[in-house]
Every structure is written in structure tokens, then in C-alpha cells.
């Protein structure tokens, strides 16, 4: 990291002024200010003369109340900002006396950091404003205030609360991120370096002193830079003082240790929320900040600022708690012809002051918590079999201390209305007059394994059918314990399965070429070899979406007397300690993965019984209460480790169930490598047995409960073998035959739409629960019969939405096929917003829902389909949800979140001449990196598409290709028209 200072110090004394930005360089006179980079290696400062200029907010009110209270401002820039009305209190033209008169700062300088981002090591010149406090203390804190995603957004979005940080005694740094503000990059590209954008956090941090340990650094954070912030707190929590600013958060992944960082720090997050089409409440901030809230309210303030407002008018008629915010028209600060500028009250400026400024709560480690809107009924409580994820409980002896303890359950026989048997479990309540049990927790599983159940009794009933089906069908096999501390996880799998399973192999072995096994523990977060001895550390290396083992010792058995020799040898190298719950609590993951097949057959290719199938066997650490356990030390952050990557399990099942058992468009795999370690296991293709623990004493009663009501959770995951079946009878599936605005069928719909329909200029429909109208551009002089292709276009307001196909029509028409070309909400003459984020979910939700009614409207039961950019992630994203309505896809430089997902798509029989996937090499913007990993993951090649190539050519050689070779999948009852 490099900086160097270019702009002077300045006094501002005037109450007309509120912003500074950089002009031509002038000749002027510098102080040096205390608080400034240290001189450290790698560190070099130059500095050179520029003048500021003041801009008076008496001018910025009047240009400000100009504005066309019927015009959207966007608040963070076009294309990905935060929009709202300007009627609204959110991002919005203000009334008078909300700009209030206030200096920015005492002093302030501005610096250049040169630092190396992204997959490619780019060099990139950062702008940071350093401001430093009229007060200085040896280790004042710093804030370090980060804007959100947009071209309007910049270092300026938290000036209003320059002069309060200051004069609160800390020193302020604002940062323009790469390719935004003063900084350098194409406008708006955080994709090239946000990779890497936690690693700039704190490089910035320690070039202005901010020392690992020192908790100095204070974040007010907005929108894509709450993100950046999150990364560095889960990265490197030391860093970073207790409490913290967000507004509108926005994150990919929630890191699960977020939580237990703000509880060990005794600190808390005030997060601000103004609800419009790139923030919503759906997205994974806004959830995962408004179940923190709910689940721990010391660590998290949230306020949904629409809700707020309502809530004020209703009762005092006051708006007590908002972070207004405006769009301010001076050009220089950031890359737009304005800048979007935070512009709280007085009130509200030292409410967050005073936030920031109080001193470290209590402070405590919190209980592994886990979602709490889990499904309150198993699999076998709602009748269904699922023989893919089996789940079995086992009650553990009672330890000494328990013996003449009360018993916190009770076993009965299940049977459902279908005739699925299974075994009942009640948690009574105890009462001064017993146990009761009309009002006991009870649970259904497969079986339940009672306190005196034998090790062998649990091997024949649980996992020696699941060994025998995996070997039977070449599918993979996973067996895992689950529980808290002391439960007797180590005990079933270590003494138990293992050998079992073992033996159990060998036996049913004996004809093929081998078996070789690896042995993996995952300590604090690393993975370690335990055959390969002592200390020696091993990965996991994502390859085509999934996760392999590199780096382990693989050890090739002949007899299960010498693997079960090494495994002994190696158990005695896993991590354990001895807690208040267990004297030899297991203080790490552990896998044992036994391959059975020939190392040169392809492990994933073949899907019968040649193929080799791996067997893993997993003992889990437990989860751990540590106000029971009694951890200290070492064994305290042991604990909050394994406490972090269970609740990444736990939120990896929850969404593979989270409506009506219906898998969440995005699977959280990536949050922990626990998670990826299991992905194969839990949701992938393979078949699983869960082993719950529980302690039979009362005393245990809501870690028990906690244990089993996850389990009945994961008793509803689908893995990939029952998948694989429902998505063939979904391909055999008609689209529906009732369009969804009348009684006609699609055939029937489409024969209402006359060849010359177009002929006129484009169609409004009028689609979504909002009747929303949107424009539809088309051509069906091919005649209603004739196959029908849909082309999708970019996001970006102002845009000519689907107009911009008009000049491709002729050809397509030419090629033998109708054509629909809609214009989004916000483009061409649609009206509306709609969200310009990628994620799959939402995709699926917004502009994928919408082109599904737009089809219905036409009678389209089948459609090939063109998208650029955000267009062929909406192409995409509808290609999965809905196969069985989609024939083919070209995605040209696709905008899509999750490239991994893309594998499905081979798995739900498109085929190689079904998907098409451009990019172009020299582009800054769509990199073709990225291109390459969404077609791998889809198992095509890429098309680079070159400089003088015409995209138009390749859409209408797709098309022919699509007509002339793609099989029809006909459904018996189907008309010509529907197919």
C-alpha cells in the first residue's frame, strides 16, 4: 500500500459551507496535520498543492427545493443505487432547515493509496479524506466512513457528521472506493476488486495506525461499503471498536460470526433501512440484521425507516429516528453530476454520535443460536418417507452426575394416517406434580435409540441399509453425528460406526479394485491431515462447483484390520479438552472419507455401479453453551469456532427448506468450510443418515430441544437422487394450460394474437399484483403456429428497453420464428422500478415473474431466449425455475450472482447446443473470467465473441441450430401450437 498527500489542510470557519472537492492544482501553503500516515515500508507520501472550493448550502436549498417532486432520485447512482420517492423522507429533496449550517471540519487533507485488488492484482489509486480531530489523544479512535454502490455515491455521502465526529475527538477518514468518486476504475466495476475488499479496509487502517488489537476503528458504513465493512469485522474483529453505523446493508453472505464478534466486543449495530427496489426486505441483510435484532436485541438496533414513519404519524406525529438522505447537484465529487449526501436533523446526528460514543455493554458469548422460523414437523410427522436424509436419534447413558436424575423424554411407536412408521419423542414439562405431558415438545423420526441401545443395534438399523443402498446404486454416502457438548457423538461414531462401517465395506468390497481412505479434522477453521501426521495442513479446492480434498494423505487398504490400524493412530492426534460438560469434549470437525473403486475411473461421470463411491463419516464438534461448559481461553475461542460453523449448517438446512420445503435460490455452501465439506452430503447427490445426540437428564432440556428441532429440519432436505426423478416428471410436464388472466388455454391465448399484431408498434401488458403496464415490442408475422424467441435487455434506467431489438426482428422473422422483446419496469415507455441485482432470488422473484405472466399473455408455452447482461441472468434464473418452459438460452456477458447454481441446468437435460454462453475478452466491464465460469458450470464451452463479430448473426444461427436439431419433448394431449 501506497499513499501520498495531495490536497492541504483547510480551516473552515464560515456556517455557509458544507462541501469540499478537488479543482486545478494552485500553489499553497501546507501544516501537516498530525493524524497521517505513518512512515512504515511500503508506505510512501508525496505531497502537491490543490485549492478547495466551498460550496454554500444557502445555494445547494435552493437548487435542492427545485427539484420535480414527481422525479425518482436515485440514491446510490444508476444502476445498483438505493431509489425512492422524492416525496419520501428516504433518499429524497429535503424541506428547509434539514440542510442545516454546519462546518465540515477543523482541518482535513486528502490522500492517494495505491494498493494491488482483484483476481488480477490490479494497481488502483484510492482517494481518502483524512480529517483529523481538534482534540487529538494519543489512540483516538478513528471512523472510517464508507458509501455505498453508485455513480452519484463518493467520500462526501457522510459529510454531515464530518464536524460531529471531529469534535467528539475522533479522527474521520472517508474513502472514494476503486471506480467511484476521485478514485480510479470504470465507473461502478466493484466487481474487479471487491474480492479484496475487506483486505483494503484494514490495509487503510493500519496505514493510518490503526494497529491489530487496538479496536480503534468506528465504521459508518452505507450500502456496498456496509458490506466491505462486515468482511473486515469477520476477517479481522481486533481492528475494530464495539459499536457501529449502517445504512441500507447490503452483503452477499452473512457471516455467521458476526453475532458472537459484537457479543464478545460488548458492542452493537445501529443499522438504518430505507425499504426501495435494490434494498429490499427480502435481501440478506435486511433478514439477517432484523433476526439478530429479534433473537439478540442487545446487538443490533434496526430501523426500517418506513415503518418508522408510519409508526411517528400515528402516535406523536413526530419522525423520531430517520437518516434522511438527498442527492446534492455539484459535479467533481463523484463520477455523477451529483452526489448523494446523508442530511440528518441535529437530533439525529447526536443520537448516532452519542451511540457511537457509549461504552462496551456487558459483554458475553452467545449459545450457538439457530434460525428460528424452522418447520415444526419432520418429514415422517407429515407422512412422508424420505429416503435419501434419514434421521435417527440416540440417548446417550447418563454420566454420573445425572445417575438418579430426572428423565427429560419419553419414546412412543408413530404411525401416520399413510401407514409411515417411525418413533415419537416428548419433552414433557415438569410441574410441582410431575412431568406433563399435554404440554411436551415432541418430535418424529425414524427410530430412537434408548440409553441402553447397543452399538451394534445402531450400525443394523441406521447405516448398514444406507451402506448397501450407496454401493447398490454408486451413489456417495454420508454418515454424521449432531448434537451439544457431551452428548455421545464421539463415542457412536469413533467406537462405534467406524469399525462397523469398515468391516462392513471390506465385506461388500471384495470385487472391486480397492479401497483408500483420508482422514480430515477442521480446527479453528483449518483443515488438518490426520494421517499425514502432525501439523500437517490440507484444502479444499472448489472444482466445476463442487469442493475436493487436496493435500491429504491418501492411505490404500487391502484388509479393514490396516485402515482401522492408521485410524486409531490418527484419532489420537484429533484435538480434545476437557470441559465443565465432558472430560474429553472433541474440540474439532472430524471426516473419515473411504473410496471404494479404482482410482482411475471417474468419480462423477458414471452414475451406476461401476462408479466409486466415497463414504464419509463425520463426527461433529458440539455445540457448546459456554456459561455451562465453563471454556476459558484457548478452549473459549475453540468454542466459538465450532459454534460459528455449526450455525453455517444450520442456515445452509434452513435453506434448502425454507418454503414448504422448497431449496432457497441461494444455498449458503460457501460460509463455512464445514459446509462446503458437507455440500455432497446435505442437498447434493448423495444419501445421508443423521445421528442425533441428546443427554437424557432434565437439565439438558433446551439444548435437546435445540438438537431436535434441527433435526427435524434437515429430515426435509431433498438430496439429488429424489431430485433427479422429480425433475424428469417435471420435463414431462405440460406447461399450464390455464393462462394465468383467463380460462383459455396458452394454445387458445396464443391463436388471439394475429400476425400483424405488432404492426402498429409495441403492446401494453398489464402484469405483476400491481397491474403494473409494461412494453412489449414484437414481431409474429411468422404466423401463431411458428415457434416464439424472447430477447432480454440490460438494466439501466433511461434505457430503450426492448426497442433496441427492433433491428434484429427481420432476421429472426426470416429465421422462421416469432419474437418478444419487453421493456423492464424503468425502461422504454414501462414505468416503475425493479431491482438491478443478480442474486438468483431475486431474479426469480421480480423480472423472472414478471416475463412468466408476459408469456402467459401470449399463449407461450415454450420459448428460446436472448439476454444481455442483466437480461441473460433474468434468461438464466428462468431457465432453472422453469425447464419445462424454456427450450434454449444465449446469454450474452450474463449478469449472474451464483455461477455455481448454473450446474442444474445440465442436470435438468439442457444440452450443450441448448445454452449458449458469450463474452467478449477485452471488455473492463463483463469480464471474461466470468463468462468462462457460468459456461464450465453449465458444462458448455464459451463463445468469444470479437470485435467485428455481429451478435445478431450468432442469435439467428442459434435459433436454426434450436429448430432444426433440439428434439421436441412432446406431452400426450399436447396440441402443435402448445408444443
Not at 479512535?141 to 459529510?159: E, Q, T
Request: aromatic letters at 6%; one cysteine or more.
Amino acid at each position: 500500500l501506497r499513499l501520498r498527500r495531495i490536497i492541504p489542510g483547510n480551516t473552515l470557519t464560515e456556517p455557509d459551507r458544507l462541501f469540499l472537492m478537488a479543482s486545478a492544482a494552485s500553489e499553497a501553503r501546507m501544516s501537516a496535520p498530525a493524524f497521517r500516515p505513518r512512515q512504515a515500508a511500503g508506505i510512501i507520501i508525496r505531497a502537491e498543492a490543490r485549492e478547495a472550493v466551498l460550496c454554500s448550502t444557502k445555494r445547494l436549498r435552493a437548487v435542492t427545493l427545485g427539484h420535480d417532486h414527481s422525479h425518482n432520485v436515485k440514491g446510490c447512482g444508476d444502476g445498483g443505487g438505493c431509489t425512492s420517492s422524492a416525496g419520501s423522507a428516504g433518499c429524497t429533496a429535503l424541506p428547509v432547515g434539514c440542510l442545516d449550517d454546519r462546518t465540515v471540519s477543523p482541518e482535513w487533507t486528502r490522500y492517494i493509496a495505491s494498493t494491488n485488488l482483484g483476481a488480477k492484482g490490479r494497481v488502483w489509486e484510492v482517494s481518502v479524506l483524512a480529517i483529523e480531530t481538534p482534540t487529538p489523544k494519543p489512540g483516538a479512535p478513528i471512523v472510517l466512513c464508507l458509501h455505498g454502490h453508485g455513480s452519484s455515491c463518493c467520500a462526501a455521502s457522510w459529510s454531515q457528521f464530518f464536524s460531529a465526529f471531529t469534535t467528539a475527538g475522533y479522527h474521520v477518514l472517508a474513502v472514494d472506493a476503486p471506480c467511484f468518486g476521485q478514485s480510479t476504475g470504470p465507473t461502478g466495476q466493484a466487481n474487479l476488486w471487491r474480492s479484496d475488499d475487506a483486505h483494503l479496509v484494514l490495509r487503510l487502517l493500519e496505514a493510518f495506525g490503526v494497529r491489530e488489537g487496538s479496536k480503534r476503528a468506528i465504521c459508518a458504513a452505507q450500502c456496498m461499503g456496509a458490506g466491505m465493512f462486515l468482511r473486515a469485522l469477520a476477517t479481522a474483529p481486533s481492528y475494530f471498536a464495539h459499536n457501529h453505523v449502517l445504512s441500507n446493508a447490503t452483503i452477499g453472505s452473512w457471516h455467521p460470526v458476526i453475532a458472537q464478534i459484537l457479543a464478545d466486543k460488548g458492542g452493537k449495530l445501529l443499522a438504518y433501512h430505507q425499504p426501495d427496489p435494490d434494498h429490499m426486505r427480502v435481501a440478506v441483510a435486511y433478514r439477517e440484521l432484523t433476526a439478530l435484532m429479534g433473537a439478540h436485541p442487545r446487538l443490533c438496533t434496526f430501523v426500517d425507516q418506513d415503518m418508522e414513519r408510519a409508526r411517528g404519524a400515528t402516535t406523536t406525529g413526530k419522525q423520531p429516528n430517520l437518516l434522511p438522505a438527498t442527492r446534492v447537484p455539484i459535479a467533481g465529487l463523484s463520477r455523477d453530476v451529483s452526489a448523494f449526501v446523508f442530511d440528518p436533523s441535529p437530533e439525529c446526528v447526536a443520537r448516532i454520535v452519542t451511540f457511537l460514543s457509549r461504552i462496551p455493554a456487558a459483554r458475553g458469548a452467545l449459545a450457538a443460536p439457530f434460525p428460528t422460523e424452522l418447520p415444526a414437523k419432520s418429514a415422517l410427522a407429515l407422512g412422508a418417507e424420505n429416503p435419501a436424509f434419514k434421521v435417527f436419534v440416540r440417548i446417550r447413558p447418563p454420566l454420573p452426575r445425572e445417575v438418579g436424575a430426572a428423565r427429560v423424554y419419553e419414546v412412543v411407536p408413530f404411525t401416520s394416517e399413510g401407514g409411515v412408521c417411525g418413533k415419537e419423542i416428548f419433552l414433557p414439562v415438569n410441574t410441582p406434580q410431575g412431568p406433563e405431558r399435554s404440554k411436551s415438545t415432541h418430535f418424529v423420526f425414524e427410530d430412537v435409540f434408548l440409553e441402553n441401545t447397543t452399538q451394534d443395534a445402531v450400525f443394523r438399523t441406521a447405516v448398514e441399509p444406507l451402506l448397501d443402498a450407496a454401493l447398490a446404486d454408486g451413489v456417495d454416502a454420508t454418515v454424521f453425528a449432531y448434537g451439544q457438548t457431551g452428548s455421545g457423538k464421539t463415542h457412536t461414531i469413533e467406537d462405534g460406526m467406524v469399525p462397523r462401517a469398515v468391516r462392513h465395506i471390506f465385506d461388500r468390497a471384495s470385487q472391486v479394485d480397492g479401497v483408500r481412505a483420508t482422514f480430515v479434522e477442521l480446527y479453528n477453521g483449518v483443515l488438518y491431515d490426520l494421517f499425514g501426521g502432525s501439523g500437517r495442513k490440507c484444502a479444499l479446492a472448489e472444482v466445476g462447483g463442487a469442493f475436493e480434498l487436496r493435500g491429504a494423505r491418501v492411505v490404500a487398504a487391502t484388509n479393514p484390520e490396516g485402515l482401522l490400524r492408521e485410524y486409531s493412530a490418527a484419532v489420537n492426534q484429533r484435538s480434545t479438552a476437557g470441559t465443565a460438560m465432558n472430560s474429553r469434549s472433541s474440540r474439532s470437525h472430524a471426516v473419515l472419507s473411504v473410496t471404494v473403486g479404482s482410482p482411475n475411473q471417474q468419480p462423477r461421470a458414471a452414475q451406476g455401479r461401476d462408479a466409486p463411491v466415497t463414504v464419509h463419516i463425520v463426527d461433529l464438534a458440539g455445540s457448546e453453551r459456554l456459561k455451562r461448559s465453563k471454556s476459558e481461553g484457548i478452549a473459549r475461542g475453540e468454542a466459538i469456532a465450532i459454534n460459528s460453523s455449526l450455525l453455517a449448517l444450520a442456515r445452509v438446512v434452513h435453506a434448502l427448506v425454507t418454503t414448504n420445503q422448497i431449496p432457497a435460490a441461494h444455498i449458503p455452501y460457501r460460509e463455512s468450510m464445514l459446509t462446503k465439506m458437507l455440500s455432497n452430503a446435505i442437498g447434493g447427490r448423495a444419501r445421508t443418515v443423521l445421528i442425533a445426540c441428546i443427554a437424557p437428564s432434565a437439565d439438558s432440556r433446551e439444548e435437546t430441544i435445540s438438537t431436535l428441532r434441527f433435526s427435524t429440519c434437515a429430515s426435509l432436505v431433498r438430496n439429488r437422487i429424489d431430485k433427479e426423478a422429480e425433475a424428469k416428471n417435471l420435463r414431462r410436464k405440460p406447461a399450464a394450460s390455464l393462462s394465468s388472466r383467463g380460462q383459455l388455454t396458452l394454445a387458445e391465448r396464443a391463436a388471439t394474437f394475429a400476425e400483424d399484431s405488432f404492426q402498429d408498434g409495441p403492446l401494453t401488458v398489464r402484469v405483476g399484483k400491481g397491474a403494473a403496464e409494461i412494453e412489449v415490442w414484437g414481431d409474429f408475422s411468422a404466423g401463431h403456429t411458428a415457434p416464439l424467441c424472447v430477447m432480454l435487455h440490460y438494466y439501466g434506467h433511461g434505457s430503450a428497453g426492448g426497442a433496441q431489438f427492433q433491428p434484429w426482428f427481420g432476421a429472426v422473422r426470416a429465421a422462421g420464428f416469432r419474437c418478444l422483446a419487453p421493456s423492464f419496469p424503468g425502461h422504454g415507455g414501462s414505468l416503475g422500478t425493479i431491482s438491478s441485482k443478480s442474486d438468483p432470488d431475486v431474479l426469480a422473484r421480480g423480472p423472472c415473474a414478471l416475463l412468466l405472466e408476459i408469456l402467459d399473455h401470449f399463449g407461450a408455452s415454450r420459448v428460446v431466449i436472448y439476454g444481455y447482461d442483466w437480461g441473460g441472468g433474468v434468461g438464466l434464473e428462468l431457465a432453472l425455475q422453469r425447464s419445462e418452459r424454456v427450450t434454449a438460452v444465449m446469454a450474452n456477458c450474463a449478469s449472474y450472482r451464483d455461477e455455481a447454481r448454473l450446474r442444474l441446468l445440465k442436470e435438468q437435460g439442457f444440452r450443450k447446443r441448448q445454452l449458449a454462453f458469450l463474452g467478449r475478452k477485452s471488455s473492463q466491464v463483463h469480464l471474461w473470467s466470468k463468462t468462462v465460469k457460468q459456461a464450465r458450470a453449465a458444462g458448455v464451452d464459451p463463445i468469444m465473441v470479437g470485435a467485428g463479430c455481429a451478435v445478431e448473426a450468432l442469435w439467428v444461427d442459434f435459433l436454426k441450430m434450436t429448430a432444426k436439431r433440439t428434439p421436441r419433448r412432446t406431452v400426450a394431449g399436447q396440441s402443435n401450437s402448445e408444443r
